[in-house]
């Protein structure tokens, strides 16, 4: 079993013991508390869950920035992404100022119930200068139009640092019962079966053939024991799919077309940062967290729009020290039917071009979903496209 990232255990910062969090509930009720922002609860749930194992809270000043730059803890250990609580000076009273533990409440429960507690190690004021320096590392752009960076440009100028503890994992837990697992459920569920090799693929979508022969063949290239479909989870932009509809689809599709016991479908909770090939390292070291050996990275991973190369989240991984963490990725190129190989191929591997291939974009697919039309079957199972276009069905045309 590969070990947790930089560490011999796995550290989940969830106060697991039901009377230890019922009397850190209760010391919450007491203290000063703030609404954190949705991103410092998605990093929250994450270090909650294990995933974000050995931090044991969100970063100061110093730390955010030697992270950026250098992509390294002030232990010198490998870190891709600064993990922050960052809120808007306007928003910290005196008492939040003078107290040495705080309670942080979710901004996306109503009512904002205490999501943690957090020790106040520091609080440090950012400038805008600092934060546009930090967003062209992270991001590689300080353009306005990258949601990334721009919601990280409006999150305010102050960060609060120090160790938390976590009380539970905001909605994901109840609104995705099925789905939702902590980094350490999964790692344990893996040892119980015995799996020495497990590929991990990310996913916000429901997943088609090229999906899921992009998966076969990782398992097949890397003979691993079994794949864990890991999705991200969480508050839908327009036009997404649910996620319980999603979970359906791709249910069907492992009970159809994969061997048996060989799939794990899971979810995560987390804000997407779109950060591409930084994002890409945080999502291998969070991967191995979970127990898994390798990640697939295909084409513009954790990317949005033209900000990145298509490769550009592969090629990161060349750059980093050999030994920054033991989790390997399997690159993968865009997967599509090919009518003159009569399968899925990988478009690298294959002579044909664009005219021999079953090419649909999304807003034609959502079209023929949602005029009930059958989506070809070299590029969905039936089966997948029959739960999808039910629930095109129910939508307002
Ligand atoms: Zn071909």
Redesign the pocket.
């Known amino acids: 079993m590969i070990s947790p990232f930089g560490s011999e255990t796995l550290q989940s910062l969830y106060i697991d013991d039901s009377s230890l969090r019922a009397d850190l509930l209760k010391e919450a009720q007491n203290l000063p508390s703030i609404v954190i922002s949705s991103s410092a609860a998605a990093n929250a749930v994450m270090l909650g869950g294990g995933y974000f194992n050995p931090l044991n809270g969100f970063m100061n000043l110093h730390e955010t920035l030697r992270v950026s730059e250098s992509m390294q803890l002030e232990s010198g250990l490998f870190w891709p992404v600064p993990i922050i609580n960052m809120l808007h000076n306007q928003d910290l009273n005196e008492g939040i100022r003078s107290a040495p533990k705080i309670a942080l409440k979710d901004p996306n429960i109503e009512g904002n119930p205490v999501l943690a507690v957090q020790e106040v190690n520091s609080i440090e004021f950012i400038s805008n200068e600092v934060k546009k320096s930090i967003i062209n590392q992270v991001f590689s752009t300080e353009d306005p139009n990258h949601p990334g960076v721009v919601s990280f440009l409006n999150g305010g100028n102050t960060l609060i640092s120090g160790p938390i503890q976590v009380l539970n994992f905001s909605y994901f837990s109840s609104d995705f019962p099925k789905t939702f697992r902590t980094a350490t459920q999964i790692r344990t569920e893996i040892e119980n079966r015995g799996w020495e090799k497990t590929v991990a693929f990310q996913t916000r979508n429901p997943m088609h053939r090229a999906h899921e022969e992009l998966c076969k063949m990782a398992m097949k290239d890397l003979n691993s024991d079994g794949l864990l479909i890991h999705m991200l989870l969480g508050k839908l932009k327009k036009g997404d799919i649910p996620a319980d509809v999603r979970e359906t689809a791709i249910q069907k599709m492992v009970e159809n077309y994969f061997p048996e016991n060989k799939v794990m479908i899971t979810g995560y909770g987390f804000d997407m940062l779109y950060a591409g090939p930084r994002e890409a390292l945080l999502h291998a070291v969070f991967r191995q967290n979970a127990g898994c050996t390798n990640l697939i990275v295909g084409r513009d991973h954790a990317g949005v729009g033209d900000f990145y190369g298509a490769f550009d989240a592969q090629d990161i991984f060349d750059s980093i020290p050999e030994d920054s963490m033991q989790i390997k990725i399997f690159r993968g190129d865009h997967t599509v039917w ?4 009569e399968k899925v ?1 990988m478009m690298r591997d ?3 071009g664009s005219d ?2 079953l090419l649909l974009s999304g807003t034609r697919v959502r079209e023929m979903l949602s005029q009930g039309k059958e989506l070809p079957p070299e590029f969905a199972r039936p089966e997948v496209t029959k739960i999808l276009s039910a629930y095109y069905q129910t939508l307002p045309q």
């Open positions: 090919c009518h003159q190989c191929v294959c002579p044909h021999d291939y």
